[in-house]
């Protein structure tokens, strides 16, 4: 499996899509759905999908860890959108041609300013030395998350940079010792550890925890809220469904393996392919989530912390919970 390094403008669907004819259960504002038909895209079919890795879509928002002034640095997802006025034109341009495609912008003049340090994702097409706006309307970046950020705050607490470490959680093996009772899915234990910032130097990763995305995955509480991140691609499915639509919409609602967002397949070519649970017009979360279901074990062995987040997980160091959501500092 290749680094993730970057944002990709699209991630295509796995399948070729359609429009219907209803509000978005994903994009606030879009009066059409983008669903997945019975076909293969080709783009697919070319990268040999049917060989690929099929990884665990995780509900997060998008990090990125890369190099700040020599320094290894996380660095939050901000994409550049556009103002009032050029957003409302591009809305018009969606209604009548259900698609972004063909609308033409001034990024000078039609997106809001950025921060100085904001730089553009790789990938991210130019014209003429000029940034091209992916079908949404944005242009997909990023902006360093420093350590006393308030409006990074969730961000900056599970770096330590004087550690120069990230709490990242992770699938460590089979859970041999309920292996006969629990289902498939539910196998892969997790390990929630501090790993050094230049372990994950150029890849992208999603940050989740109690104030994340309605935290669909039940980590803490507000009065003591947990975050942490979780590499792209790191979370294998141990029994994926056949490529085929009707057995995955019913592996998406039969079973706890089937409680996730979606699927990403990583091709060997490199080729990224995604399955939304929206793509099949089902809701999430719907439950409880297969992430937050799964036993995970604390391994923080350095109690030295000045973090907030790292010294109360190092009072934790070796606990295992049954379930993830089950995380808690009432010991």
Not at 100 to 121: C, H, L, M, N, R
Not at 156 to 175: C, F, K, R
Not at 301 to 309: I, K
């Amino acid at each position: 499996m290749r680094s993730l390094g970057s944002v990709q403008q699209k991630m295509p669907c796995v399948f070729t899509t359609d429009i219907k004819e209803e509000k978005s259960r994903k994009r606030d504002g879009q009066s059409y759905q983008v669903v997945a038909t019975e076909t293969l895209n080709s783009i697919a079919v070319d990268a040999d999908v049917e060989s690929a890795l099929a990884t665990e879509k995780v509900d997060g928002t998008c990090c990125y860890v890369s190099l700040l002034r020599g320094e290894p640095c996380l660095w939050a997802r901000l994409d550049r959108k556009p103002n009032k006025q050029a957003e409302k034109r591009f809305k018009r341009h969606q209604q009548v041609h259900r698609s972004g495609k063909g609308f033409y912008w001034t990024v000078d003049q039609d997106f809001k300013p950025v921060p100085e340090s904001w730089i553009p994702a790789h990938g991210v097409q130019r014209e003429n030395e000029r940034l091209v706006p992916d079908e949404n309307g944005h242009i997909p970046g990023w902006v360093p998350v420093q350590s006393d950020s308030k409006q990074y705050c969730w961000h900056s607490s599970v770096v330590d940079y004087e550690l120069g470490a990230a709490l990242l959680l992770t699938p460590t093996s089979h859970n041999n010792s309920s292996a006969c009772s629990a289902p498939c899915g539910l196998q892969v234990e997790l390990q929630l550890t501090a790993v050094p910032l230049t372990e994950l130097l150029e890849h992208t990763l999603e940050l989740i925890g109690t104030n994340v995305n309605g935290n669909p995955y039940g980590l803490g509480c507000k009065k003591r809220p947990v975050h942490c991140l979780v590499s792209h691609g790191s979370i294998p499915l141990v029994l994926p469904p056949p490529l085929n639509l009707q057995n995955l919409r019913s592996w998406f609602q039969s079973g706890p393996e089937g409680r996730v967002e979606g699927i990403v397949w990583h091709c060997r070519d490199g080729t990224l392919l995604k399955l939304h649970r929206h793509h099949l017009g089902l809701r999430w979360p719907d439950g409880d989530t297969l992430l937050g279901s799964r036993s995970v074990c604390v391994h923080m062995d350095q109690d030295d912390h000045n973090h907030d987040l790292f010294s109360s997980l190092s009072k934790l160091n070796g606990r295992r919970f049954e379930r993830l959501q089950d995380l808690n500092f009432d010991t």
